[in-house]
């Protein structure tokens, strides 16, 4: 099972207190799964699609609850895409009251009416702004796997939702981008940190202990990388360094013998010969001396070697 679906059953799971809760929730869940429908024998009803079970359960319980309408739930197999949705309909007299209380249909006489606003008696005090993000994440949010990456997004049907929903988030300090992606308004979040935050909002403590767990696994696992990466390059450095010393010092004893250079250059030359792969630190301890000392007598060598390859007199 998924990350996300993990947490979407853990989220419908959560009692919801007061009828105002549920109504909020509701309207997110129907504006983001939720399509009107239309037919001679029943008139206007409300249909949701979900991926998730029990998230067509919820929806089901909580308009039975709060509207004394039928509720039936099937379910849809696509076998080419190997996936299979939940079907919650709704039907019955109140249905068009359900739409109006949620903002997706409008009184006959609103002019103003547009859908996709989100009315503030939805979002009237702290937990009815949980209860309503709950549903848009509910309906249409996702969560990706933290071991492979950060990543959370809401996709809204319509713009005005979305920015509306945006701004929602804003109070809780989560940033969302919304980008367009074919018909869709994607609302989504990439920061671990923001990522977490919204979960925790969305009031899913076991989910956020895992996400928190595997940030901290993977935090861990780049560090390492990050050093090892650091090391490699420094064995690289170290290497390629050793290498154009043994050029310069080739160089110098193809035109005299080494023997000819200052004592320290001598003992200097002859330890890298004879210690190819070793670093500085290392040749620093077989010669006795200072790092920078071993340091400056490669660098004066280096010199040599340049005025023997320009034609210099050494």
């Known amino acids: 099972m998924s990350f996300s679906s993990e947490l979407k059953n853990e989220l419908s799971k959560l009692k919801i207190r007061t009828s105002q809760e549920k109504k909020s929730m509701l309207a997110a869940l129907t504006h983001t799964a939720g399509a009107m429908t239309l037919s001679a024998k029943f008139g206007v009803g409300v249909q949701y699609l979900t991926e998730n079970e029990r998230v067509a359960k ?3 319980n909580i308009a039975k609850t709060l509207y004394e309408i039928d509720a039936t739930i099937g379910v849809k197999e696509n076998a080419a895409l190997k996936s299979r949705y939940y079907m919650t309909l709704l039907r019955g007299e109140n249905c068009k009251l359900l739409l109006r209380d949620v903002g997706y249909l409008g009184d006959e006489d609103d002019e103003d009416f547009v859908i996709g606003h ?28 933290p071991q492979k990456g950060y990543h959370a997004e809401i996709i809204c049907r319509y713009e005005r939702f979305a920015d509306e929903l945006e701004n929602i988030l804003e109070r809780y ?27 925790k909002l969305l009031g899913a403590p ?109």
């Open 58 to 60: 919820l929806i089901s």
């Open 206 to 314: 076991e989910s956020a202990i895992e996400f928190e767990n595997a940030r901290l696994i993977r935090g861990l696992k780049n560090d390492l990388n990050r050093k090892q990466n650091f090391e490699d390059a420094n064995m690289n450095k170290s290497a390629m360094a050793a290498a154009k010393q043994i050029i310069d010092i080739e160089l110098i004893k193809s035109v005299m013998p080494l023997q000819n250079l200052s004592k320290p250059l001598y003992e200097a030359a002859e330890a890298r010969i004879n210690n190819p792969e070793a670093n500085l630190s290392a040749l620093a301890e077989i010669l006795n001396v200072g790092k920078s000392g071993v340091n400056h007598r490669f660098i004066k060598l280096a010199a040599i070697a340049d005025a023997i390859r320009n034609g210099e007199k050494v």
């Open 173 to 199: 300090d989560i940033s969302a981008k919304l980008a367009k992606r074919k018909s869709q308004n994607v609302l989504y979040i990439k920061e671990g940190e923001k990522v977490s935050d919204l979960i």
């Open 118 to 145: 989100i009315d503030e008696s939805l979002l009237d005090n702290e937990d009815m702004q949980r209860a309503f993000i709950r549903g848009a994440f509910l309906g249409s949010g996702s969560v990706s796997d």
